[in-house]
């Protein structure tokens, strides 16, 4: 039997208290109520737990006590990123007036926050629900991480052990009555920008070529990508051009994207269009993937593949997705390019 152990970050010996009561209800209500919740005040404190313990969910104040308001919003939403990078589920509740502003919750929606409880209304069924169905899927996850343990071969069982990978899905279309582009030479600059990074492990890179219209939503159902990068054609429409049965162009109008998008909305962390003329299929998008990004205009197969090499060469670094497109961005600059304004990237809101 797995027994859950809760990490939660608070200076408020008051809310410690209302905290703890919802979690004890929570870990009661799906049979657990001696499970262990770990209580620190601290930014410090917090980061010896995660040194010294695994966790099966974060529950962290974002404006943790210190010298100053800004100081104080960093912390919080440091150690909601180190939960990210650790795959472990978390949640923020603050009082703090400022992290009601969207940078803030920009930041809490890369780092997949499960959600922000504000303590000024703050919802106890909501907030006792959330905490439940978070630790129902990690008993789920826990069985079948068991029953994978119990009966495969020891490089599964190594695999299962050391491998939660960040999974890019590299999506590729090149009509045979479009321009020629240079496709295989982005994926081979991303596959070695990965190949290169300090924390290589973390990335799983995988493509599907000349994709047609059913291939982008078996892929996405197959894989379960966190990142989806396509290349491709798009024109001023709006429309991005897939293949037919043929090897044709095969129009992909922004409703449907969105539509599909939509369908994966808790999986997807980031859509990059490296395609001319996406940034209406961008915006659309959006409205359900926390960052999108798109072409405002043409965009050169020169432009393309440096914006690729700086965007992942970033992300490779362990940046953000944010930090990220800007480095794409400057990497067409450095290559002498003019299109450096061309990639825009959007964001949904919370």
Known sequence: MIFFKVLLVEDDSDWQDILEGKIRTALSNIGHPKDIIQIVRTFDEASKAFRDSDWHLLITDIGLGDSSIARRQKLGIHLVELAYS????????SGTPVVNTQDVRDLLMEYKAYDFFSKRDF???????????????????????????????????????????????????????TARLRLGEELREIQQRLQLAKQRGRFLLEQRLSVRPGDISQALLDIEPHIVHFSGHGINTGELYVENELG?????????????????????????????YSQTQAEAIAKYIPFVIGMNHLIGDQAAIAFSVGFYKALGANRSIEKAYKFGCTEIQLHGIAENLTPVIYKKTI
């Open 123 to 177: 919802d106890s069924k909501k907030f006792i629900n959330k905490v439940q169905n978070i630790l129902h899927n990690e008993l789920q996850k826990s069985s079948n991480h068991n029953e994978i343990l119990n009966s495969s071969t020891v490089d599964d069982k190594q695999f299962v052990i050391t491998a939660n990978p960040l999974k890019i899905l590299f999506l590729a279309s090149d009509p045979t009555d």
């Open 86 to 93: 650790r795959q472990i589920p978390a949640i923020a509740v």
């Open 248 to 276: 044709k162009i095969q129009p992909l109008k922004p409703d449907a994207l969105a539509s599909l998008f939509e369908l994966v909305e808790d999986q997807v962390n980031c859509v990059v269009l490296n395609a001319c």
